[in-house]
C-alpha cells in the first residue's frame, strides 16, 4: 500500500530525446513485475517496463518477469531474495551497448552464484518493444 518506486518518462522534447528519470525517493532495489508463478523456477529479467510488457505480448506464458528500471541489478537480487525457488534466470536487457554489456557481466555475476543464466534478445531492433512494433506495424506499399 506504499509506493516504493516511481520512473518519470516523457515521449518528447524540443531535443528530439525523451525524458528519462526516477522519482526522488525511489528504492531500485523493488522493480517491475508481471506476473508471478510461484511453480516456475525461472524469471525473465529486462530493463524497462516497456519491454516486459512487449515480450508479454509476444510470449503470452512466461510465468515470472522483473523489469530492473534501468541496468542496476538491485531488483534481481531482491527479487531472488524472496523468491528462493528461482533457479534460471533468461536475460532479456537491450540488443545494445550497455545491455550486452550488463547481460555478460549479470550472467558472470548470477552463473557464480549457482543460477543457470541464459541471455535472450529480440531478432531485430534494440529491445523488445522496437522488436514488437516492427512486428505488429503493416509493411505500407508505395
Excluded at 528504492?27 to 508479454?56: C, N, W
Excluded at 515470472?64 to 531482491?78: E, I, K, R
Excluded at 554489456?101 to 529491445?127: H, I, L
Aim: aromatic fraction near 10%; include cysteine.
Amino acid at each position: 500500500g506504499q509506493v516504493k518506486y516511481a520512473g518519470l518518462r516523457g515521449t518528447y522534447d524540443r531535443d528530439g530525446k525523451g525524458f528519462r528519470g526516477d522519482v526522488t525517493g525511489s528504492d531500485k532495489h523493488i522493480g517491475f513485475t508481471l506476473p508471478y508463478d510461484r511453480s516456475s523456477d525461472q524469471v525473465f529479467v529486462f530493463e524497462a517496463p516497456i519491454d516486459l510488457m512487449s515480450y508479454l505480448t509476444l510470449h503470452r506464458n512466461t510465468p515470472n518477469a522483473l523489469a530492473l528500471c534501468g541496468l542496476y541489478d538491485g531488483a534481481l537480487q531482491a527479487y531472488l531474495a524472496d523468491h528462493p525457488q528461482i533457479k534460471r534466470i533468461e536475460l532479456s536487457l537491450d540488443a545494445d551497448g550497455p545491455g550486452r554489456e550488463a547481460a555478460r557481466q549479470f550472467q558472470n555475476k548470477y552463473a557464480a552464484m549457482g543460477y543457470a543464466v541464459t541471455v535472450e534478445e529480440p531478432r531485430s531492433g534494440k529491445d523488445w518493444n522496437e522488436y514488437l512494433q516492427k512486428r505488429k506495424t503493416p509493411e505500407r506499399g508505395r
